[in-house]
């Protein structure tokens, strides 16, 4: 096994700096690698901002604002009313119950029960459809 003490650099880790403008025999004399004229080769120019466009109306100003608004209130979550089979005869079906048996999501605030068939009678403690408040209640379950 290999100790702290006996790491070492991988020499080819470590490059030399390029060293420019400093004459025509070095190599990287006269443009001194910054190639022909332009705003990019004169002094005091180092790097453009990433969002710069070459001087044409960047693409961010050029879309539109979004428009409308953020509802202020929480949508209710659709759940059908055959996935609460899972329950028993007489159980009390709330938002607590549902999160319980997962059957809806940990972080949702609001649930309406939705269009299905049940054959077991619950009490059910959330907002539901006429349809399936008409169902409930010839299975023998109530709305409370």
Known sequence: ?????????NP?????RKVVGRGLGS???TYATRGNKGQTKRTGHSKMPAVFEGGRQPLVRQLPKSRGFRAIYVKAVPLSLSKLS????????D?????????????AAKVKILK?????????????????????????????
């Open 1 to 9: 096994m290999i100790k702290l003490h006996e790491l070492k650099k």
């Open 12 to 16: 080819k880790s470590v490059h030399r």
């Open 27 to 29: 190599g990287h004399g």
């Open 86 to 93: 899972v329950f028993k005869d007489g159980d009390t079906v």
């Open 95 to 107: 938002l607590k119950a549902l999160k319980g048996k997962h059957l809806v999501d940990v972080n």
């Open 116 to 144: 299905g068939e049940i054959k077991k009678s619950l009490n059910i403690k959330l907002p539901v459809s006429a349809s399936v408040k008409e169902a409930v209640e010839k299975a023998g379950g109530k709305i409370l």
